[in-house]
């Protein structure tokens, strides 16, 4: 079976300072791993990916995650942070054999953003 | 593209009342999924078709149905509605690829039982 953890329900950083959001999955095999964002009121959208090739992705409005297997983890950064990213954050992975069809979320990160 | 739609976005029900909640995406995918996200719990698989003619159950299927009426459409009915079923329901859609699964997702229905 595969998880994915989530470390800090909740986390809180100062505009300009560092985003950091950790996620370790446990999987047998090398998996596919998401980073989701979801504003207040909306459905989830994709916010970067890894698939196979370079360990460190970029996504969009300045988010980037490293892929370490060796950590079984895919950590999300941003240098600085803005307004706009408070939002909650999920870490997604999927992989083959019986669960092919699934996504297992993690549990979510709420980010605040504070002035 | 609008992507994927989902209808209505809030209802309020009364125990024991019944609805069909409606999706559709027009990414012509194979694959969609129903969830419910519930404070605290992430997300939680209901139902999902890996293709059109097929369903299966998820981690929380107990008081849900599901019918896959075409590629496009995958609807979600809560036969007699209960407060334990109070959540957000969100609809997504795949082109699965082997065990890669980008799930797309839909703006969500706001649910709340009485």
């Known amino acids: 079976a595969q998880s994915v953890t989530q470390l800090g329900s909740h986390v809180s950083v100062s505009e300009g300072a560092l985003v950091l959001l950790r996620c370790n999955y446990s999987s047998s095999v090398p998996p596919y791993l998401f980073w989701y964002v979801q504003y207040p009121n909306q459905g989830l959208q994709l916010l970067l990916k890894y698939t196979t090739g370079a360990t460190l992705v970029k996504g969009i409005n300045g988010f980037e995650a490293e892929f370490k297997k060796s950590e079984t983890s895919f950590h999300l950064t941003k240098p600085s942070a803005h307004m706009s990213d408070a939002a909650e954050y999920f870490c997604a992975v999927s992989k083959g054999g019986g669960s092919n069809y699934k996504l297992t979320f993690g549990k979510g990160t709420l980010l605040t953003v504070n002035p | 593209n609008a992507g994927v739609t989902q209808t209505p976005k809030f209802q309020v029900l009364k125990t024991g009342q019944s609805m069909t909640l409606q999706c559709a995406q027009d990414?012509?995918?194979?694959?969609m999924y129903w969830y419910r996200q519930d404070p605290g719990m992430g997300l939680r698989l209901i139902y999902y078709s890996a293709s059109e003619g097929t369903t299966d159950k998820g981690e929380v299927p107990n008081g849900y149905n599901v019918s896959r009426l075409n590629k496009r459409e995958f609807s979600l009915r809560l036969e007699s509605a209960a407060p334990s079923q109070t959540s957000v329901y969100f609809c997504?859609?795949?082109?699965?690829?082997?065990?890669?699964?980008?799930?797309?997702f839909g703006p969500g229905t706001r649910l709340t039982v009485l």
């Open positions: 997504a859609s795949s082109e699965l690829q082997g065990a890669y699964n980008e799930q797309f």
């Open positions: 990414m012509n995918h194979n694959s």
